[in-house]
């Protein structure tokens, strides 16, 4: 009973910790919160450490490198030779149908396709040579993206929709926002491979959450577990109830049940990402512009700092004409066709 309430609680401390990261990075409590929170720990923790620890997250974040996709591989190896070396197994001796089994597999492969897609793919690097053509593709709304913009370290004009990635050191056009997990920024030409690629990898964390479940269920109704009693810590019989049958199973097969507890919130996080990037993607919003848009917006809030003069700019979404248009500007993107025909 203790472990059971222990790792719920744990999980919902979790599940917690990420809404309210993702509600209040859009406010100044989260800066504060955080800057607080570093003052303290600076109070504790010997420089030396510190430097070391700013000198990593540096480098995990704010550097290109492999870390974030080599833990995905690994963590990606860890559940499916789990899957394959347990799960798989069981189901088959209960008789699960073999393509139900094998939907896992199918979605993996076509799930690691628009990973290294993401991964490679030039997000629409704005040069030299192509600078034109970018500029031509969105009107400038003359709130976020006013005309005569110039990126002073890549020494180009800016495309609406266009942002300098820090992190890649150049601009992208139609910039998303930079992804670790993938090593690169996601922008006009490869936003429909990272689309695809979250949504099979959902998918593919959301199979195996099903298949484990059907199994585990599966194995209490065929064994009449339900129907048997067990010895209290006082001494008296009782009927089993759903929170020993869950320890029983944690006991019994306790890599199978952490796989889907992983698979699970995975599956819950992923989805919630994912209803976002299908939102942002219907409604033609790039994650750079929802969040800048919610900062002009917020300029009528009493905490941001205007002079009180000035005409509050209120942010209006110019490039959105309609669902299937904006699904086609993201599945067919204009200029890739232009460099295509180009090269
Ligand atoms: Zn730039
Ligand atoms: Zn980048």
Redesign the pocket.
């Known amino acids: 009973m203790d472990f059971l309430v222990l790792f719920l609680f744990y999980l919902a401390l979790v599940l917690i910790g990420v809404v309210m990261i993702c509600i209040c990075s859009k406010t100044h409590y989260l800066k504060g919160l955080v800057r607080g929170a570093a003052q303290i720990i600076s109070y504790i923790i010997p420089e030396c450490l510190q430097r070391a620890v700013l000198k990593l997250l540096h480098y995990l974040f704010h550097t290109r490198n492999h870390t974030f996709i080599l833990l995905h591989l690994v963590l990606q190896g860890m559940v499916y030779s789990e899957y394959t070396c347990e799960v798989f197994g069981y189901c088959r001796e209960l008789e699960f149908p073999l393509h139900y089994l094998l939907l896992p597999y199918l979605l993996l492969i076509v799930n690691l396709v628009f990973f290294t897609l993401s991964c490679v793919s030039n997000p629409g690097t704005?040069t030299k040579a192509n600078e034109l053509s970018f500029l031509q593709v969105y009107e400038f709304d003359e709130v976020m993206f006013s005309k005569n913009m110039k990126?002073?370290?890549?020494n180009?004009r800016?495309p609406a929709r266009s942002?300098?990635?820090s992190v890649c050191?150049?601009?992208v056009h139609r910039f998303d926002h930079h992804c670790v997990w993938v090593n690169n920024c996601i922008g006009a030409w490869n936003a429909r491979y990272f689309l695809l690629y979250l949504l099979t990898l959902t998918a593919s964390a959301g199979t195996m959450a099903v298949v484990s479940t059907v199994f585990l269920v599966q194995l209490v109704v065929l064994s009449d577990l339900y129907l048997e009693t067990y010895v209290d810590d006082l001494g008296h019989f009782q009927v089993v109830d759903i929170v020993f049958l869950i320890q029983y199973l944690f006991v019994t097969f306790p890599r199978i049940v952490f796989m889907l507890g992983f698979v699970v919130m995975l599956s819950l996080l992923l989805g919630g990402y994912l209803c976002f990037a299908l939102y942002l993607a219907a409604t033609n919003q790039t994650t750079n512009e929802w969040y800048r848009g919610d900062r002009a917006w917020c300029q009528h809030c009493p905490h941001a700092a205007r002079p009180p003069s000035a005409e509050p700019q209120v942010y209006r979404n110019i490039h959105s004409h309609g669902l299937w248009s904006n699904l086609r500007e993201i599945f067919l993107p204009a200029t890739a066709h232009y460099e295509r025909k180009k090269n």
Not at 151 to 154: E, V
């Open positions: 704005i990126c002073s370290t890549c180009l800016k942002k300098h990635c050191n150049r601009c």
